[in-house]
């Protein structure tokens, strides 16, 4: 839905409806949403010096990535109950420790 359905513009309506056909009801019980501004988030991906088939989304224009944050913080809205908010501006080790508490094991 955020990438397809808001990022790409095929709309939220159609990217719901496909996912209802290919996946019936499946959904997870626990989301974890790892927000951070858009312009940290790719000068982080940048400073790791990933290779060309693992930044292709990176490559991406602002508008974009804009609108994937904005669909994800829109639906873990609308959900509450699934979603975990975690915020990705802090260090690595608080990130993980706040992944930790959401109810998923560290990495």
Same mark, same amino acid.
């Given at each position: 839905?955020?990438?397809?359905g808001?990022?790409?513009?095929l709309?939220?309506?159609?990217v719901r409806e496909?996912?209802r056909?290919?996946?019936?009801?499946l959904?997870?019980?626990?989301?974890i949403?790892?927000d951070i501004?858009?312009?940290?988030s790719?000068?982080?991906?940048r400073?790791r010096?990933l290779?060309?088939?693992?930044?292709r989304?990176?490559?991406q *224009?602002? /508008?974009f990535h804009r @609108?994937v $944050?904005?669909?994800?913080?829109?639906m *873990?809205? /609308?959900e509450p109950? @699934?979603f $975990?908010?975690?915020?990705?501006r802090?260090?690595?080790?608080?990130?993980?420790?706040a992944?930790w508490q959401?109810g998923?094991?560290?990495v």
């Amino acid at each position: 839905v955020a990438y397809q359905g808001y990022g790409r513009g095929l709309g939220e309506e159609t990217v719901r409806e496909l996912d209802r056909i290919a996946c019936g009801a499946l959904k997870p019980d626990l989301t974890i949403l790892i927000d951070i501004d858009v312009e940290t988030s790719l000068q982080r991906s940048r400073e790791r010096g990933l290779d060309k088939s693992e930044s292709r989304m990176d490559e991406q *224009a602002l /508008e974009f990535h804009r @609108r994937v $944050r904005e669909a994800y913080l829109k639906m *873990a809205a /609308e959900e509450p109950k @699934r979603f $975990r908010v975690i915020d990705g501006r802090h260090p690595v080790d608080a990130v993980r420790e706040a992944v930790w508490q959401a109810g998923c094991p560290p990495v």
